[in-house]
């Protein structure tokens, strides 16, 4: 089945964590909203944190999506929880989330395909720069039943997902994010190249 690169749809608003936040609640030793790795933050994630949605330069959006990817995690909202959510417990953590008096979660991928020896090194490529130009996974390395995944080969920047959680997101319904066959564009394409 083929992969997928998750981008969110520009003509939503965009969640931000602000810096104050994170250190009131989180402190300097777990620079979240920053450091895009695989920690874990469920021990030190006491309380929820209060993410701010408001328009990007490159967004046209007045509404809050559903589901949004950045910077290597997913903001979840209730609905998108309630609708999807337990189909990627063994794929990371749900850290608790507030907006605009309403709840939700950013999910914080934890399945690294290096992890498991499944980046294909026979397509993946970089160029002169160390820009990715191809990149490549070999699913059945993945552990059985991962829906979502990063890759250390883009610095855990993207969040990657098989065909079944594409279909659960557009089964239900849910906006804010196309899903990209090319997993090395980095941008998400035009709407034609969509899927």
């Not at 967004?59 to 609708?83: C, H, T, W, Y």
């Not at 709840?103 to 914080?108: D, H, L, M, Q």
């Amino acid at each position: 089945m083929p992969l997928h690169r998750i981008h969110r749809e520009d003509h939503y608003l965009i969640f931000t964590i602000p810096t104050s936040e994170v250190l009131n609640k989180l402190g300097r030793k777990y620079p979240f909203h920053i450091k895009r790795g695989p920690d874990s933050y469920t021990q030190v994630w006491k309380e929820p944190l209060e993410i701010v949605f408001k328009a990007g330069d490159d967004s046209r959006g007045e509404s809050v999506p559903d589901l949004q990817v950045m910077n290597g995690r997913i903001f979840f909202s209730q609905k998108a929880f309630d609708l999807i959510g337990s189909s990627l417990s063994q794929d990371g953590e749900f850290l608790p989330i507030t907006y605009d008096g309403k709840t939700g979660y950013i999910f914080n991928p934890h399945v690294i395909a290096e992890d498991h020896d499944a980046l294909d090194d026979k397509v993946t490529i970089k160029n002169d720069y160390g820009d990715l130009q191809n990149l490549g996974f070999i699913e059945e390395k993945l552990p059985a039943g991962t829906q979502v995944f990063r890759t250390k080969a883009d610095s855990y920047h993207g969040v990657f997902c098989t065909e079944l959680f594409k279909q659960d997101v557009e089964r239900s319904g849910l906006v804010g994010i196309f899903f990209q066959p090319d997993l090395a564009n980095l941008f998400g394409g035009s709407a034609s190249t969509r899927n």
